[in-house]
């Protein structure tokens, strides 16, 4: 097998990026939060507070996710110092699926799929100036997502 | 080492609009094997971070409820067509990947 000398120094990059890898960040996951199987136990396990309904946090979410194993999520907001957005999904075996953090340049949006195991409440949480919103939807799943 | 990342970023004025997909089986450790009835272990991506010109901007923690070859969607300020853009994986099984792009 040819080694290209393109695909060696792109290795020897990636390695050299990997190294790089910001250990805080890695220090940091809410492992604790990932694992807990209750939803409002896993929200107050990664903030330490309840969130409070608003408006000014949008989901874009289908009502009936067709396949429960690829399901969009858009969450936006139009709230400012924006910290984070999480996706909650209540009757998942681990409520909590994905949260994202934001940066002084970030634009409060994201886009993700993810997976439903049943039909359920979906929250999406946004920590914004210290404070914790919320918005959520009934989504209904014909096909689970979550496997077996 | 993970497979590399399909970026797509392009700027608008002074935002740029990132789109990842990220091949990746994202197994829950909840599905079953179909011919051997066991369970798969549970493979997924856990931290995903996201650089412009070498500043963080974007980091993330996923559970195993990301579906299978995620994609995803985040948008930042302060971008020119040129700039750099470096999303990187790890998942947990200490796997990992980097891709570097160029904003358009």
């Known amino acids: 097998m040819t080694v290209h000398r393109r695909s060696v120094l792109k290795y020897v990059l990636a390695l050299g990026a990997i190294a790089a890898w910001p250990r805080v960040l890695l220090a940091a996951r809410p492992d604790a939060a990932f694992a807990s199987e209750d939803a409002d136990k896993a929200i107050a396990d990664l903030f330490g507070q309840s969130p409070v309904d608003s408006d000014q946090v949008m989901m874009k979410i289908p009502d009936i996710a067709e396949n429960g194993a690829v399901v969009p999520v858009t969450v936006t907001t139009k709230l400012e110092n924006v910290e984070s957005i999480s996706v909650v999904v209540d009757n998942n075996p681990t409520p909590l699926a994905a949260s994202f953090n934001m940066s002084p340049k970030s634009v409060p949006s994201v886009s993700v799929r993810i997976k439903m195991g049943q039909s359920s409440r979906v929250r999406a949480l946004v920590k914004a100036d210290g404070n914790l919103y919320s918005t959520s939807k009934e989504v209904k799943v014909t096909i689970g997502g979550c496997g077996g | ?104």
């Open chain 2, 1 to 104: 080492m993970g497979k590399p990342i399909k970026i797509r970023a392009k700027v608008k004025g002074d935002v740029a609009e990132v789109k990842a997909l990220m091949p990746h089986d994202m197994e829950s450790g909840l599905r079953r094997d179909a011919e051997t009835g066991e369970l798969v272990a549970a493979h997924y991506i856990t931290d995903v971070v996201a650089e412009h010109n070498g500043e963080v901007v974007m980091t993330a923690y996923w559970g195993p409820a990301v579906s299978k070859n995620p994609y995803v969607s985040f948008s930042f300020k302060g971008a020119v067509a040129g700039d750099t853009i470096r999303i990187q994986w790890q998942d947990n099984k200490g796997d990992s990947s980097v891709t570097e792009a160029v904003l358009k």
